[in-house]
C-alpha cells in the first residue's frame, strides 16, 4: 500500500511538472537556451555572463543532445529534479521523524505546492539546487550521528556541486555550520572548581564523552570544509566580477527594513506549512490532555526528535537571515526566493514533523486534510486549469510567437532592435564586446532565432537613452523598414510607440506607419519609414524615456 501510494504521488508531481513542456520560454529560460545552443565551446563564456557557473549548463546541453534541442528538452533536468525531489522528501521526512505517513504528507506536499511545480516546470537549475541541497543535508545528518568515509567523501561531492550549480545555494554550508555550533553548545557545559569561579575547561552533560565526541561532526566537519573551500577557489575571479553588478539586483529584489524580520513570510509560505500544523498540533494534544485529565488517565508528551527539528530549524532560518541582513544593510540584494530555493523545501518538513507528532492517526488524517487542501487552494492551479487547460499560468511570455511573426513577416536585410528587458541591457546594448552584446540580444540567438545576421540585430535598453547606432540608421534608410521586438505589459508597449516615434523623428527618420501584434507580454512593431522630417539630433535619442516595467523575476 505504502509503496502504491509513492508511486502514484510521483506520477502526479512528474505530470504537473511536465505537462507544460512545450509552451514558450520567457526570458530567464531564454538565457539558459543561448547558452547551449551553439555546443560546448562557447558554454563558460555565456554562462558566466549571467552570473553562473557552466555546470547546470552542460547537464542542460547533455540532455538536448538525448531529448532534442527544444522546450522539452530544455526542461527536462528540472522535470527529473522536481519530481526525484518528491521522493526525496518522503525518504527524509519518513526516517527522521519515524513515520511514514509524515513522509506520504511531505512528498505530497512537495508535488503539489506551486512553488516546487514552478521551478520543476523551468529550464533553470532551481529544482536541482533543491534536490541536491536535500541530498546533501541528509549526508549531512548521517555524517554527523555515524561518520563514514563514503558519507563525509560524497556531502563534499554535493556540497562543491550544490555551490556550483548556484552561489547562493552556499548558504546551506552556513547553516550546518551553525548545527554544528548549537550541538557543541547543546552537548558540553562550563565545569566550575568553586576557587575563584573561574573554569577549568568543558565537560561533557552527559557520561558518554567518548560517544558523544564521536557523533559529533566538528571532529571531522574543518577537514571537509577545507577541502570544500579549495574546490571553489577557482570560482573566486567570476564571484568578484558578478560582487561588482550587485547593485542591478535591487531592481527586483526589494528593500527590507532591519527589524521588519517577520517578512520572511513573503518568501517561505510559513503559514500555511508552519503556523497551520502547529496551531493543529496544540488543539491536538490539548484535546488530548484534556480528555485524559477528565478520565484520570496519565498524560503524555509528543515524541520529537530534538537534533532533526534543530537541523530543519538551522536550515530554514540561517540563510534567510543571513540574506536578510545583507539585503537590510544594503550590502548584497540576497532576499529572493531563488536565492533562499535551497531550503525551500523546509517549511514542508515542519509540517511533516508536526503530522508526525499528532496523538492519534485521527488527527494526523486532520492535519494532512487541512494542509494539503490550504496549498491546493492558495496554489490556485485548479482555477487556472479550469480557465486554460494549464495549471500555471506565471511564464507569461510568448517569445516564440512573437520572434515567429518578425521571422515570417521581415526580410533578412531589414534590421530588428530587441527590447529583451534584461538588466544587464542598460550597460551592455552598445558594448563593443561581441558576447556582451549578443547577451542582449539572446531572445532571438537561442530556440528562437531569426534569418537577420548579428549585424541586423540591434539590442535596447530598457531605460534611455537608446543610441540609434549609425549602422542603424543605415539599414533602416536602406530597407525602409525595421522591426522591434518588445518585452513588456500593454501600457509599457504603449510607451514605447509614442516614445519611438519622437525618438526617430529627432533623428531624422519620418515613420509613414507602425504596425503592432501583441503575444502575451512581448509585442512586435513593424515601422514603415516615410519621407524624413529634416529636423536632426545627434545620435542620442530616448527610444523609451519612461521607465518601463522592471524585469519580471517575481518568482
Known amino acids: 500500500m505504502r509503496g502504491g501510494l509513492m508511486l502514484g504521488i510521483l506520477l502526479v508531481a512528474f505530470w504537473l511538472r511536465a505537462c507544460q513542456s512545450s509552451e514558450s520560454l520567457w526570458l530567464d529560460e531564454l538565457h539558459t537556451a543561448w547558452v547551449v545552443a551553439d555546443g560546448l565551446r562557447p558554454l563558460p563564456r555565456r554562462a558566466a555572463l549571467g552570473n553562473y557557473s557552466p555546470v547546470y549548463f552542460g547537464l542542460v546541453w547533455a540532455a538536448t543532445q538525448l531529448a532534442g534541442f527544444d522546450e522539452f528538452g530544455l526542461r527536462l533536468c528540472s522535470i527529473l529534479a522536481g519530481t526525484a525531489l518528491v521522493g526525496g522528501v518522503y525518504l527524509?521526512?519518513?526516517?527522521?521523524?519515524?513515520?511514514?505517513?509524515?513522509?506520504?504528507?511531505?512528498?505530497?506536499?512537495?508535488?503539489?505546492?506551486?512553488?516546487?511545480?514552478?521551478?520543476?516546470?523551468?529550464?533553470r537549475p532551481y529544482a536541482l539546487v533543491q534536490l541536491v541541497g536535500l541530498v546533501n543535508i541528509g549526508l549531512f545528518a548521517r555524517a554527523s550521528a555515524r561518520p563514514s568515509a563514503l558519507s563525509r567523501g560524497l556531502w563534499i561531492a554535493t556540497a562543491v556541486l550544490l555551490f556550483y550549480l548556484h552561489y547562493t545555494a552556499a548558504l546551506l554550508l552556513a547553516a550546518e555550520?551553525?548545527?554544528?555550533?548549537?550541538?557543541?553548545?547543546?552537548?558540553?557545559?562550563?565545569?566550575?572548581?568553586?576557587?575563584?569561579?573561574?573554569?577549568?575547561?568543558?565537560?561533557?552533560?552527559?557520561?558518554?564523552?567518548?560517544?558523544?565526541?564521536?557523533?559529533?561532526?566538528?571532529?571531522?566537519g574543518w577537514i571537509d570544509g577545507l577541502v570544500v573551500g579549495v574546490c571553489v577557489l577557482p570560482a573566486l575571479p567570476h564571484l568578484r566580477?558578478?560582487?561588482?553588478?550587485?547593485?542591478?539586483?535591487?531592481?527586483?529584489?526589494?528593500?527590507?527594513?532591519?527589524?521588519?524580520?517577520?517578512?520572511?513570510?513573503?518568501?517561505?509560505?510559513?503559514?500555511?506549512?508552519?503556523?497551520?500544523?502547529?496551531?493543529?498540533?496544540?488543539?491536538a494534544w490539548g484535546c488530548t490532555w484534556l480528555c485524559r485529565a477528565r478520565r484520570g488517565m496519565a498524560t503524555t508528551r509528543p515524541r520529537m526528535n530534538g537534533s532533526g527539528l534543530l537541523l530543519v530549524a538551522c536550515w530554514l532560518l540561517v540563510p534567510a537571515m543571513i540574506a536578510w541582513v545583507?539585503?537590510?544593510?544594503?550590502?548584497?540584494?540576497?532576499?529572493?526566493?531563488?536565492?533562499?530555493?535551497?531550503?525551500?523545501?523546509?517549511?514542508?518538513?515542519?509540517?511533516?514533523?508536526?503530522?508526525?507528532?499528532?496523538?492519534?492517526?485521527?488527527w494526523r488524517a486532520a492535519l494532512a486534510t487541512t494542509v494539503l487542501g490550504l496549498s491546493i487552494y492558495q496554489g490556485g492551479m485548479v482555477g487556472r486549469w479550469r480557465q486554460d487547460g494549464r495549471v500555471l499560468g506565471d511564464r507569461a511570455q510568448d517569445w516564440r510567437g512573437a520572434v515567429a511573426h518578425v521571422r515570417d513577416q521581415s526580410r533578412p536585410e531589414q534590421p530588428v532592435f530587441v527590447r529583451s528587458g534584461l538588466i544587464e541591457a542598460e550597460r551592455w546594448y552598445a558594448s563593443e564586446d561581441l558576447d556582451q552584446r549578443e547577451y542582449c540580444l539572446l531572445p532571438v540567438l537561442g530556440l528562437y532565432r531569426l534569418e537577420q545576421s548579428t549585424n541586423a540585430l540591434f539590442p535596447l535598453p530598457i531605460r534611455p537613452a537608446a543610441i540609434l547606432a549609425p549602422e542603424a540608421i543605415r539599414r533602416a534608410k536602406a530597407s525602409g523598414q525595421a522591426w522591434f521586438v518588445v518585452q513588456g505589459s500593454a501600457r509599457s508597449a504603449t510607451r514605447f510607440e509614442a516614445d519611438l516615434r519622437s525618438a526617430w523623428r529627432r533623428a531624422g527618420l519620418g515613420i509613414a506607419s507602425i504596425r503592432r501584434a501583441s503575444f502575451q507580454n512581448v509585442t512586435t512593431f513593424h515601422v514603415e519609414l516615410g519621407a524624413a522630417t529634416g529636423v536632426r539630433s545627434p545620435p542620442l535619442a530616448g527610444v523609451n524615456s519612461r521607465r518601463s516595467d522592471p524585469p519580471d523575476r517575481s518568482r
Open 92 to 123: 527524509v521526512a519518513a526516517r527522521w521523524t519515524s513515520c511514514w505517513q509524515a513522509g506520504l504528507l511531505a512528498a505530497l506536499l512537495v508535488a503539489v505546492d506551486r512553488h516546487c511545480v514552478f521551478y520543476g516546470q523551468e529550464a
Open 241 to 283: 566580477q558578478i560582487a561588482l553588478r550587485r547593485a542591478d539586483w535591487s531592481l527586483f529584489v526589494p528593500e527590507r527594513t532591519w527589524w521588519k524580520v517577520w517578512e520572511i513570510g513573503n518568501v517561505f509560505p510559513l503559514g500555511m506549512y508552519v503556523l497551520t500544523p502547529v496551531t493543529v498540533l496544540a488543539i
Open 177 to 220: 555550520l551553525a548545527y554544528i555550533g548549537a550541538i557543541w553548545l547543546a552537548r558540553f557545559r562550563p565545569a566550575w572548581t568553586g576557587h575563584g569561579g573561574r573554569p577549568q575547561g568543558h565537560a561533557p552533560v552527559d557520561a558518554g564523552t567518548d560517544r558523544a565526541r564521536a557523533a559529533c561532526p566538528w571532529r571531522w
Open 326 to 362: 545583507a539585503t537590510s544593510q544594503a550590502t548584497t540584494p540576497l532576499f529572493f526566493r531563488r536565492y533562499l530555493i535551497v531550503s525551500a523545501v523546509t517549511p514542508i518538513l515542519v509540517a511533516a514533523w508536526c503530522a508526525a507528532a499528532c496523538p492519534s492517526v485521527g
